[in-house]
């Protein structure tokens, strides 16, 4: 079977963090590919900032040249806003395929407000990536004392399609200060370079405007 890593997120805009994570998540996971989900809106974040979909998309697809990353905004053709809805659709259209679900530490450490977080983690094994200054909050948060006990071993993360749910790894990573937070503080009109230009997404080959 076909294995993918499905990383999901605002992607605004996409920066070389996101794509440095997902390189080393497929070539230490040996995926096939690896799909951001760039997300519509995401019910956790403040909707002032962000771009619109198609901004992001663009840097998104910019981003992830050469690369087996595929950029989508399948959510939108889905029409689901939380994760849990996302990834049941994503797994019921794409039953040859086994998804492991790729996050930051960052989004450990809030995993337990995201909606029906212990069912996601019993749909699909879950890789953590280190993210400098989230890791020891991380580990010592809500979600991650009820994962304790189904944390598998570092050196076992490429049997990781054998595994039975829940089942968390976490993947190793040198500190990468980039976000996008400071990307847009820095720019906050970044997304006015993709102004006017479609993206064609890399899952559903639609273009999105």
């Known amino acids: 079977m076909k294995t993918v890593g499905l990383m999901g997120g605002s992607f605004n805009p996409a920066h070389g963090g996101h794509r440095a994570i997902s390189l080393l998540a497929t070539r230490t996971l040996h995926l096939d590919a690896c799909y951001w989900l760039v997300s519509p809106g995401n019910p956790l974040k403040s909707k002032k900032d962000?771009?619109?979909?198609?901004?992001?998309?663009?840097?998104?697809?910019?981003?992830?040249?050469?690369?087996?990353?595929?950029?989508?905004?399948?959510?939108?053709?889905?029409?689901?806003?939380?994760t849990i809805d996302t990834l049941r659709k994503m797994v019921a259209r794409y039953p040859k395929i086994r998804f492991i679900w790729i996050m930051g530490a960052d989004n450990l450490l809030q995993f337990h407000h995201w909606r029906q977080w212990r069912a996601i983690a019993r749909l699909m094994p879950i890789a953590v990536i280190a993210r400098p200054g989230y890791d020891a909050n991380a580990v010592a948060g809500p979600a991650m004392a009820w994962f304790r006990r189904f944390v598998r071993r570092p050196s076992q993360h490429h049997h990781w399609t054998r595994w039975s749910t829940p089942a968390l790894v976490f993947l190793r990573f040198?500190?990468?200060?980039?976000?996008?937070?400071?990307?847009?503080?820095?720019?906050?009109?970044?997304?006015?370079?993709?102004?006017?230009?479609?993206?064609?997404?890399?899952?559903?080959?639609?273009?999105?405007?």
């Open 50 to 82: 962000m771009a619109p979909l198609s901004a992001r998309m663009a840097s998104a697809k910019q981003m992830s040249r050469r690369s087996r990353i595929k950029v989508t905004a399948i959510e939108r053709d889905l029409g689901t806003i939380y």
């Open 174 to 209: 040198r500190p990468d200060p980039r976000s996008a937070t400071a990307i847009r503080r820095a720019d906050p009109h970044w997304y006015q370079r993709f102004s006017g230009t479609g993206a064609r997404d890399g899952v559903t080959h639609k273009i999105v405007l």
